[in-house]
């Protein structure tokens, strides 16, 4: 779709869903499609606490964590436009939600359950998988978070056999049915 047309983005685009649903690797290469900035909430806190995500749970909480998160997101909306990627819970709150459609538009990367495992399993990045039984704590985290995912403004399905680009490109075309978040210029 990006062959030879310009676009311009109105609002920022905010990228929502699990871990392993491809946020940050589908937001930098939807990014360069549109040739707008990529912007990442869980870098942004990290730099402005100069900790890791980890680190502030384990010396905070995470109701402090999610505090922080939510400023971090309302400053990135207001100050930048661009493609947002968030943390996993950022979604869950109401407050962001109402933020990241009211101030732009937010997309869930929809992946099922054995496409996130299949991405997160053997990682020990992910603070919440950090139990006995961590396909158990995925699978609850899950079935919790994925009817509140389905309140995004756009839904994109994942398939196992998209490469990051196919994803960017399925993102950027329920994009173009958003004439309020993406304009082509000719």
């Known amino acids: ?33 549109l040739s707008v900035p990529f912007l ?5 806190i990290e730099k402005a606490a100069n900790m890791t995500i980890s680190e502030i749970f384990q010396r905070d909480g995470e109701a402090f964590f999610r505090a922080r998160e939510s400023e971090v997101i309302e400053r990135l909306l207001d100050t930048q436009r661009g493609i947002l990627s968030t943390g996993g819970g950022a979604f869950l709150s109401e407050r962001n939600r109402q933020m990241m459609s009211d101030k732009g538009v937010s997309v869930w990367l929809n992946a099922d359950l054995s496409l996130l495992w299949s991405r997160v399993k053997g990682k020990n990045t992910r603070p919440l998988l950090r139990t006995a039984h961590p396909y158990e704590t995925l699978r609850k985290i899950y079935e919790t978070r994925a009817p509140v995912y389905a309140l995004a403004d756009l839904n994109v399905a994942a398939d196992p056999g998209y490469s990051i680009d196919d994803m960017a490109a399925e993102v950027e075309a329920a994009l173009v049915t958003r004439r309020d978040v993406l304009e082509a210029v000719k």
């Open 1 to 33: 779709m990006s062959g030879g047309t310009h676009w311009i983005l109105k609002k920022t685009v905010v990228l929502v869903g699990m871990m392993g649903a491809g946020k940050t690797a589908v937001g930098k290469a939807l990014a360069a499609r």
């Open 40 to 44: 990442d909430s869980d870098a942004e």
